[in-house]
């Protein structure tokens, strides 16, 4: 993070509207000549820091410096409904102003602060592991669903490429008796999973391998439900990208080969030798992949039982079950 820059100047005194602000800039801004003004609301550090992220092409930018502000100032952000005349001090005017300052470079807002919620619970995240999504929430549902629907003593979950951990943790939370395993090539997302284990307090329940696929798993596992969420973007389609996922999500967890499938294809392949006969498979795939990621695991004996749509009606999973017949090498 940058430091404040120095400079001389006299405090201005900020009035309503934003008059008086020295050149009619905004404090998002004006990253030279400090102290620039020596009173701030957070009504207004709202208004102008919204107009400079709309500037930037960021969505939903008063949403988001509310988010930051609220980071900031440790309030919920309808608190921020409650203090609107309250003023900033300068620490929290710096940090704000910082903070806005990186969000308008499409930095991520959840690897700014550090953290975002999946299925209400708290996740690290940062640069190293992809910010999870809100359609995988479904996916961890449908997930949780199944296993305390199974009747399974303490069935046992494979957690393909884990990333941040999110799956695998939240599946160990909402299903006590679970045991999970979880996969990742990363060494760095590990890290990540590994603290966001630990903060939630299933770490006992939770085993972690790194490696390159199945080849990480210790001889002779066996699962009752595999849930993956595999990268699944074309390799040319990765620059096309919003900047927050190509310029900060890690390239490992996006560039899912020439067409997107080839993750997919090795599952379908690969994954069968370690379910167990009747075992649930759950499978995220990209935009208009479904017909295609259904086909793969169809030619590989796989029971395509449903395509599952997210929140916008578009078709995001696809549930599968392993058949009782020989298993696939």
Not at 66 to 72: F, G, N
Not at 207 to 223: T, V
Request: charged residues 20%; neutral net charge.
């Amino acid at each position: 993070m940058k430091s404040r820059p120095g400079g001389g100047g006299t405090p201005q005194k900020t009035h309503p509207g934003g008059r008086g602000l020295p050149g009619g800039k905004e404090f998002a801004l004006q990253l030279a000549g400090p102290p620039y003004f020596s009173a701030v609301t957070v009504l207004e550090v709202i208004q102008r820091s919204a107009e400079f992220l709309a500037r930037k092409d960021v969505e939903t930018p008063r949403l988001q410096v509310e988010l930051l502000l609220a980071h900031v100032l440790r309030l919920p952000r309808m608190g921020l409904y409650l203090n609107f005349s309250r003023e900033l001090t300068p620490p929290e005017l710096d940090q704000v102003r910082e903070l806005v300052r990186r969000r308008g470079t499409r930095e991520p807002l959840q690897v700014i602060v550090g953290s975002t919620s999946f299925c209400g619970y708290e996740m690290m995240v940062n640069g190293r592991v992809l910010v999870p999504r809100p359609e995988t929430e479904l996916l961890a549902e449908c997930g949780w669903t199944h296993l305390n629907q199974s009747g399974l003593a303490a069935p046992a979950v494979l957690d393909f490429g884990t990333g941040s951990g999110c799956l695998a943790i939240t599946l160990a939370l909402k299903c006590s008796a679970a045991r999970v395993t979880a996969l990742d090539i990363s060494p760095e997302a590990l890290a990540v999973a590994r603290q966001n284990c630990a903060r939630h307090g299933v770490a006992e329940r939770v085993q972690f391998h790194e490696g390159d696929g199945f080849a990480a798993l210790p001889p002779g596992a066996e699962f009752d439900l595999l849930v993956a969420n595999p990268p699944y973007i074309p390799t040319a389609e990765i620059a096309t990208l919003e900047p927050e996922v190509r310029e900060h999500d890690p390239r490992l967890a996006l560039d899912g080969g020439a067409d997107g499938l080839d993750f997919y294809r090795r599952l379908a392949a690969e994954a069968g030798a370690y379910l167990r006969p009747g075992s649930l498979a759950l499978c995220e795939f990209g935009d208009g992949q479904g017909p295609a990621v259904s086909a793969i695991f169809a030619t590989q004996m796989w029971i395509v039982e449903r395509v599952q749509a997210d929140y916008s009606g578009r078709d995001r999973f696809v549930v599968l079950r392993r058949g009782a017949g020989p298993r696939v090498a």
